[in-house]
């Protein structure tokens, strides 16, 4: 039972290191209380003046992508902590 346990815990913060590796790479490091991961917005434009409809579209779909991923990697981390806190 305890090598089980261990086994899992081992592979908990294996997870976490991965996910922190991931969103280091990919997000700006949030300054509040929670040291939340930021998307940044994309711009795809060389110049605001003459931003293309279609760039603009794109920027805005890739945040939207952005913004889930993100969310999914910090609600995968909770996860992960409070499993580790169970253990």
């Known amino acids: 039972w305890i090598y089980f346990m261990s086994n899992i815990r ?3 913060l294996a997870r976490k290191e991965e996910i922190l590796k991931f969103l280091s790479k990919h997000f700006k490091k949030g ?3 929670h040291n ?8 795809y434009s060389e110049t605001d003046l003459n931003m293309d409809p279609s760039s ?7 945040y939207e992508v952005s913004l889930e ?12 902590e409070e499993k580790l806190k169970r253990i």
């Open 10 to 12: 081992e592979d908990l």
């Open 31 to 33: 300054t509040d209380k």
């Open 36 to 43: 939340n991961f930021i998307a940044q917005y994309p711009d």
């Open 56 to 62: 603009e579209a794109n920027e805005v779909a890739d």
């Open 69 to 80: 991923v993100e969310h999914a990697m910090e609600n995968e981390l909770i996860e992960i």
